[in-house]
Structures are given as C-alpha cells and as structure tokens.
C-alpha cells in the first residue's frame, strides 16, 4: 500500500509540474530553422506575463495581419522579450509580400494613450525589475 501511495505521490508531482510549465510558457513555432539550418523548424520557448493556459502552444506560420491584431497581448510580450521576428512573416503579407485580393483594405488600428497600455507589465520571471 505504502508503495502505491509514493507511485501516486510521484505521477502527482509530475503532472503537476507539467502543468505549471504549460502554464508559464508559450510554446511558439515559427518560420525557418533552427541550430544553422539542421532542424527544419523553429520552436522558441517565451515566458509568459500571467499563469494562464490561454495561449501555450502558439503556430504562426501562416498568421496573416488580422492574426496579429487579434492576439494583441501574445504580440506585445514579444516585443517585450525582443522575440518580435517571429512575426516577421505576417509583416511581410501586410507590406506587400504577398498579393492581397482585389477590394480588400487593409486597416491599420489607431494607438490610443490609456493608462493600462502605458504600463509595462510585469513578469513572473522579472525578478530585478
């Protein structure tokens, strides 16, 4: 019985820690390679702002303009952690890399100045700061 309990105790600890590593990162593939070219994918670990599930495993291979706007908070940590050039391909769609449809515009949204997005936002792995 005691040996049942430790296996329990052990598989317990286990999940659990899996559980708290999903939800303080993001998980983000991206374009491109990785380690000079011999893995053909590029997966980057970035810690997140909150202890959320929201948002852990991230794909933005083929995010568009409207992807990026939609998930605004996932954008702004990475600039905050200089991880920004994993976007660089929905920039290149905006700017003209790939043909868009006829009648479709694109919409830039106006910065607003409101007191919640002027404040930097700490992290759970700020320590210093």
């Not at 994918?41 to 991230?58: G, H, M, S």
């Not at 600039?79 to 006829?102: F, I, M, R, W, Y």
């Amino acid at each position: 019985m005691r040996k049942f309990i430790k296996f329990l105790l052990v598989v317990a600890l286990m999940f659990g820690g899996w559980a708290l590593a999903a939800a303080s990162l993001h998980v983000v593939r991206a374009p491109g390679t990785m380690l000079f070219g011999y893995v053909p994918l590029n997966v980057q670990l970035i810690p997140k702002n909150t202890l959320t599930f929201r948002e852990t495993y991230v794909d933005v291979t083929r995010w568009s303009v409207a992807d990026v706007e939609a998930h605004n908070d996932f954008v702004k940590r990475l600039e905050q952690v200089n991880k920004q050039d994993l976007l660089d391909q929905a920039k290149k769609t905006a700017s003209g890399g790939e043909s868009q449809p006829a009648g479709t515009v694109t919409v830039q949204p106006q910065k607003t100045a409101d007191a919640s997005t002027s404040k930097a936002h700490k992290s759970i792995f700020d320590f210093g700061r």
